[in-house]
């Protein structure tokens, strides 16, 4: 059984930082990409970044650029999101995803799909 576990979230003030943790299981983490999304109450779910199988290439929304960055360690199976200089409208739930081979940069190949960790960002 395939298990995508976020962890990290929290409530922070306005510049603070958090770095979000995706650990995954039941399946062979080297073979998937990995990304990230957000979904803001009363919104449509986002995409907010995307690393490749060896992590040798990553993919941002413009909203996040210079401020996320997206890692993975595949010995761990566990896939990183640091996040910096937060703004109140960071704030929503980010779920991490797994896409099977692919590069991660179409949301409709994600096949798994983790929980989500509430990210809050007080002004």
């Known amino acids: 059984q395939v298990q995508l576990v976020e962890s990290g979230g929290g409530l922070v003030h306005a510049g603070g930082s958090l770095r979000l943790s995706c650990a995954a299981s039941?399946?062979?983490?080297?073979?998937?990409?990995m990304g990230w999304f957000r979904q803001a109450p009363g919104k449509e779910r986002e995409f907010v970044a995307a690393?490749?199988?060896?992590?040798?290439?990553?993919s941002y929304a413009d909203s996040v650029k210079g401020r996320f960055t997206i890692s993975r360690d595949n010995a761990k199976s566990t896939a990183y999101l640091q996040i910096n200089s937060l703004k109140p409208e960071d704030t929503a739930v980010y779920y991490c995803?797994?896409?099977?081979?692919?590069?991660?940069?179409?949301?409709?190949?994600?096949?798994?799909w983790g929980q989500g960790t509430q990210v809050t960002v007080s002004s």
């Open positions: 690393i490749s199988l060896n992590g040798g290439r990553t």
């Open positions: 995803a797994a896409d099977y081979r692919g590069d991660g940069t179409a949301t409709r190949n994600y096949e798994h």
């Open positions: 039941g399946l062979s983490f080297s073979n998937y990409a």
